[in-house]
């Protein structure tokens, strides 16, 4: 077990940068050669197109906050505890180094403290909660700080009474936090039941690369679940499963286009249509949500929304710890950032 721990050669997730390899790079982020069609494409015109190639659509990976700023409506994004950083529980040391190490690095690189990031922002004039992953941080794995963060965030939709739209990227669980990672699964997915049954929709957004443990929990146990074109989601990789199984997969197996055939997405939206989309379904929820009158809770419902003067405060909780945070009103000062 433990040389498996130190082993060299690990699984590194594919990036976006690997995916474009060395002779596909042209000097000055002038010019993208494509992967898909081959097309150099100038990398202005790249980024006007929302990264989108305007000869064969192929979806270039975004970054977390590339996505809010292309989803929000102007200057509407509030951030949500940007202040939690991830903490070590095991002392976690492998074959490149300590889990410490691996963090610091990957956030100054990516720029951010976490790969998950959280907030409200308005949606075509519609008030909801945003989950976004940022693959450039540790392949947007699901450490405890992750599922901490969207517990907090669904706590807040619940307190505010405002939907969820989640965009996830991810290779999987984080495998440097062990235990504590996976049962980020369950924590996750408890939270999103308390929405459920508070009538809250939660909608999601399935992205190129998602697989692991974030495909196994909250972003398939969505009400509404979309998916990009051609985005590759599953549990575990294709040449895994074909060595395990020893049968030959279908031709495009866990593309989007297969699990849409497949009944486990909803609809595949190209990215240009994808912020009309999410907010047509918001105006029909908004408008089904006047018609019952949404101060009411279902018969069964367990909802505690806690008062704001008894909240726990951002930086006094435990990591980890299962603590019910409340309305923007306690978090604004120190817990939700404009950008
Ligand atoms: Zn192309």
Redesign the pocket.
Known sequence: MRSFFNRQNKFQPRTEDAAVSADQQVPDDMWVK?P??G?LLYSRELRQNARV?P??S?HFRLRARERIFLLADDGTFREWDAELRPEDPLNFVDGSGPYTRKVASSSKKSREPEALITGRVSLGGNEVGLAVCDFDFMGASMGSVFGEKFVRATERCLALRIPLVTISASGGARMHEGMFSLMQMAKTVAALGRMRRAGLPHVALLTDPCYGGVTASYATVADIILAEPGAMIGFAGPRVIEQITKQKLPEGFQTAEFFLDHGMVDGIVPRPELRGTIVTLLNHYARAAKRINPTTTRPGDDIVVPALDKLATLTDSPIGDDVLIGTEAAAAPSGERTT
Do not use: Q, V, Y
């Open positions: 494509c898909s069609c097309d190639c000869k064969c192929h």
